[in-house]
């Protein structure tokens, strides 16, 4: 059977990305077709957030006590939220939803071979990329199929595995990490980097490495798993020169990053860039290349997240609908939230982000520890977290801010808005923030800033003096004058 | 003895705002005397924040597993914290700290009958009058003193009670109501309000009710205490014109309200207005009438917690050191956070202060619901919870928000900044929260205000027209304009 249909926008993938763009524009009366190999809601709703975030409640509030009720409630959330996707995605009107695997023919032309059997042809005005990643695997001599597990089949479990192996210490590997040690499994984490967490600033890991310990999660670090001896159940791993065996492990969870979808696209046919480390190229309102195609979410090499996926697919569709519009935006810094217990997030630039484009000299770094300098630390008998801001000297102006700790998830987002906004330490002085919240960290670095800038005015002047051009140096001062002197103000009920 | 001294300046009452004076003005160089009747830290420290808190957390972590240690561990914090609190205060330079009970003589003149006996005769430059507020308290006929508990005496108790009565549907009853049921008590909650929660929107009360309910709290509105049974361990409430026994109730905590502290201070020789309903009356920057003395914290009209007596603390010892300074600004809207289970915050205006300047038309409404409209309310169980915006039609500016639901106390801070900085709900638009997070709640309630703004904005615009002057209009439309066009968005991990 062959069929063709020409759609105002075809768009590969039903994750967050893909259906944001599809849902967006089908709202605004344009025909679109979206092409999905094998679930709608994709990453996020199968194998990703969904699952993952009700596993770590499910650990939470069950611990040990019922793990096969636990993994079970993670399949049946999941579930039911694909068929409401599923069948609510599938009644939008103007939105075709056909399930097969699509490849690019030309940069309006695209084939499904149906999963149904058959094959389809499309036509479409744009064309959207929105395939993502798969997990990277890499073999491990002796380990049998059914014992290597990835972010893809570990919500499959019945029980959770006796000795869980992790290979991997970043977020999927510290979020499993955790979770199943809560649900009783013993969990070793294995890792190639100098520290987990390696792509956050080195203070994450030191405030991290305390909480595993306390939990018994044993860490490795400058490891990598070598082979595994299945008679006596044991995955050996190679650390430093010396080799470890990790006994009684039955499942070993690869968590060492992505690969992205783009190897049966077509890509090559339609002349799209793309390379296999950076993913498929675009600019910050997904463009690439080719006139007409897009790319958004995993696929490419700006996001990693369904946040940023769904952000990227508001702005093509809003591209789209709406090509009058300017597109002259940078794309924003994303926020990220690692569900490890404590909690991490981040919002701003990276440290090479800030490195390309500020002085050393002229970025002023302050840090507040959420268990002595906040009373609900005190109160709480919060173990680890931080607050630490990277900030340009006598602006104030917001880089770069991380957070570990309860709750930092949720805190984050009000230094989003700033960052967005331009909204300086000065500014977040004059807030009040609820009592005793770990939100008066935030009051506290605004605190510590503005004393040490205004009672070290003339040495740090003399910093930015010897770094930055004048009229930038004059925009410093000016700012740093604008605020009506403050009083220096503690972390505690009384500010001091 | 008789000693007499000369300050810059005279606090009276070293609790979170009075210490926030004194350290202030301290650490400028100032000579400061605080005068403290009973304990440093005032009720945060010692009858409030941070014992309620650390049972709080306590009732959480232990349940009703280790009761003594829980309520034993809530006074060993509280007496450690006391201890070091009144030790670094008493060691910060230029700072006196005399224990005794404070009489203003003249508006520059204070006699402090010491504790340690004798009286002292100090003078100042400045008075600043902290001396908060004490519980109220009901007799309750047939109720010995021992039984009935107050914020200033239930810390102290040595096991849980077996049936707790509390009287009062407000923050420190609602709080304590979910606490010691956790730590395994029985808990009747009574009001004589019509729901609990009165001071809020009653969308609070919507959602605490049936969290109390699910917890098996008792809740009697419109109910207030008779008498107490001791023989029988009953304490007999009116509710309606119906007479109810509530059995086994072994103590009564009363939490109906504040008294301000105002009696013995000598209020009426310095001329210092005040009335017992409002407290003592000032201008945004602590001023009372009378020259040279100020009033900060609860014993003003305007402040109810820890955090504002902190903030016009700041103020008044800006005001102090800085009196070149402008103080023209008006006194901000204090967030509120409450921790029952869910937390409940607030920010921004009141529903009093919103009917005072705003026709009601031009006040837009928006609420999203925390369990089925955010993917975490979903994956975390969550039952109750919400976000509800009150914003100008148009311009989107926001004038009040409450958020019930886990973490409600963190989130609220983006928007007291918000408010603070004038950022409307085009701004929040945005924004990228992290998924998935409770605050892609905000996304959503920015999303339901564009979404319904943009596609009816010649409603919108008659609506605005029918209330508001040409001038505001024309604001209220060309912010609306300023904004590029938006594709409407969901709640979940898909922009629909």
Not at 38 to 61: F, M, R, W, Y
Not at 280 to 286: E, H, K, N, P, V
Not at 409 to 420: G, K, P, Y
Not at 436 to 446: E, L, R
Request: glycine share 8%; with cysteine.
């Amino acid at each position: 059977m062959r069929n063709s249909d020409s759609f105002h926008t075809i768009i590969i993938g039903a994750g967050s990305g893909g259906l944001t763009v599809a849902v967006g524009l089908a709202n605004l009366g344009k025909h679109v077709a979206v092409i999905e190999a094998l679930h709608v809601g994709g990453d996020c709703t199968n194998v990703g957030c969904v699952p993952s975030k009700t596993l770590i409640h499910q650990a939470e509030v069950r611990g040990a006590a019922d793990t096969a009720g636990a993994l079970a409630e993670v399949r049946r959330k999941r579930d039911a939220l694909r068929e409401k996707e599923t069948l609510e995605f599938g009644a939008v009107p103007n939105l075709n939803l056909i399930f097969g695997q699509a490849r690019l023919l030309s940069q309006s032309k695209v084939s499904v071979a149906l999963l149904e059997g058959g094959e389809r042809m499309l036509t479409a005005e744009h064309i959207v990329i929105a395939t993502g990643v798969r997990p990277r695997r890499v073999p491990i001599p002796g380990l049998a199929e059914a014992r290597m597990l990835t972010n893809e089949t570990i919500f499959e479990l019945a029980e959770p595995p006796l000795h869980l192996a992790i290979l991997g210490g970043g977020v999927i590997g510290m979020e499993m990490a955790f979770a199943f040690r809560k649900l009783g499994s013993r969990v070793s984490a294995v890792t190639t980097a100098s520290w987990v967490m390696d792509k956050f600033i080195p203070e994450v890991a030191d405030a991290l490495t305390p909480a595993l310990y306390q939990r018994e999660i044993a860490t490795y670090v400058y490891a990598r798993a070598e082979s595994y001896d299945a008679a006596n159940q044991t995955l050996f791993i190679q650390q430093d020169s010396k080799q470890i065996g990790l006994d009684g492990v039955d499942y070993v969870l690869v968590a060492i990053g992505r690969e992205r979808n783009i190897e049966e696209l077509g890509l090559e046919v339609a002349r799209v860039q793309f390379t296999p480390r950076e993913g498929i190229a675009t600019d910050s309102y997904g463009r690439t290349n080719v006139p007409g195609i897009s790319a958004i979410g995993d696929v490419t090499a700006t996001s990693a997240f369904t946040h940023s996926a769904n952000a990227q697919g508001r702005r093509v569709a809003q591209r789209s609908a709406f090509p009058w519009l300017p597109t002259r935006a940078p794309e924003p810094f994303y926020p990220s939230a690692t569900f490890s217990d404590p909690e991490v997030a981040t919002a701003g630039m990276s440290q090479q982000q800030i490195a390309g484009r500020y002085h050393p000299k002229l970025v002023k770094r302050i840090r507040i520890d959420l268990p002595t300098q906040t009373d609900r630390g005190y109160t709480d008998d919060v173990q680890q977290g931080f607050i630490m801001v990277d900030t340009v000297r006598l602006t104030g102006k917001l880089l770069s801010v991380t957070i570990v700790g309860p709750r930092a998830s949720e805190m984050i987002s009000l230094f989003t808005l700033a960052i967005q906004e331009g909204i300086s330490l000065y500014t977040l002085y004059r807030v009040v923030y609820p009592y005793p919240m770990f939100s008066s960290g935030i009051q506290k670095v605004a605190d510590i800033f503005l004393r040490e800038t205004l009672t070290g005015l003339r040495r740090e002047l003399g910093t930015v003096r010897a770094t930055c051009r004048p009229s930038r140096r004059a925009a410093a001062v000016r700012s740093a004058g604008a605020t009506s002197q403050p009083i220096p103000h503690s972390e505690s009920h009384v500010a001091r």
